[in-house]
């Protein structure tokens, strides 16, 4: 049980930064759309359990050799390292979203595009990987069939979780997300990442020395 609660705090702070399925989230919300946004969540949360476990099972058959595990803390500060300066002090990439004037009823249409968002962008493996390194690597969870099997649950419960949260938020204020201020949050966690990886190189070097 505790593999799932871990999960589920990683699967929902993970999810908090800007991103193109917050943006489809929120906007669903902004136009009083909060079943589809809501199902387009659930759709990425559907594949977060698919991607971290099969990282998970597929680290857990290697990380009991400690040469391994010390590849997987090297590369995990390199991601956290290069994706927190790209985020903080490279251009931005634009986002775009495109709201439907017409949009159908019924889950099956919103929750493939939330999966289909999710899909599209190959690099959440890469994340899913990292994040398993750290939780076998630091031995936050058991190498095991049933921790991997309820942490990858409790990534998806969080991730759901957090996206009822940003449905309520937005209900609740009805917050205008200007250009501007969704490139300054996304900059804040650039530098949180970077924040990170300082922490995490220290760690490796103190160990080293």
């Known amino acids: 049980m505790i593999a799932f609660v871990v999960g589920f705090i990683i699967g929902y702070l993970t999810t908090i930064p800007v991103g193109p399925i917050n943006l489809a989230v929120m906007m669903k919300a902004l136009h009083n759309r909060t079943t589809h946004g809501l199902l387009i969540g659930i ?14 099972f597929g680290i857990s058959t290697l990380i009991s050799y400690p040469s391994l595990e010390l590849t997987f803390r090297i590369a995990t500060f390199a991601i956290f ?8 002090f490279f251009r931005l990439p634009e986002f775009h979203l495109q709201a439907e004037d017409k949009d159908s009823p019924g889950f099956k249409r919103y929750l493939l595009m939330g999966m289909a968002m999710y ?3 190959p690099s959440f493996l890469a994340y899913w990987v990292t994040i398993g390194g750290i939780v076998h690597g630091y031995h936050l969870i058991e190498p095991t069939a049933y921790d991997n099997a309820f942490f990858a649950l409790g990534t998806g419960a969080g991730v759901s979780i957090w996206f009822v949260t940003l449905i309520a938020l937005v209900e609740k204020h009805k917050m205008r997300f200007e250009p501007v201020t ?6 804040f966690f650039g530098l949180l990442m970077l924040a ?10 103190v160990e080293f020395l």
């Open 43 to 56: 759709g990425s949360a559907v594949m977060d359990v698919i991607y971290c476990g099969a990282a998970l």
């Open 81 to 88: 390292f290069v994706y927190g300066v790209k985020t903080s």
């Open 119 to 121: 899909f599209s962008n």
């Open 182 to 187: 969704l490139k300054r949050i996304t900059r």
């Open 196 to 205: 990170v990886s300082m922490v995490l190189g220290y760690n490796l070097l």
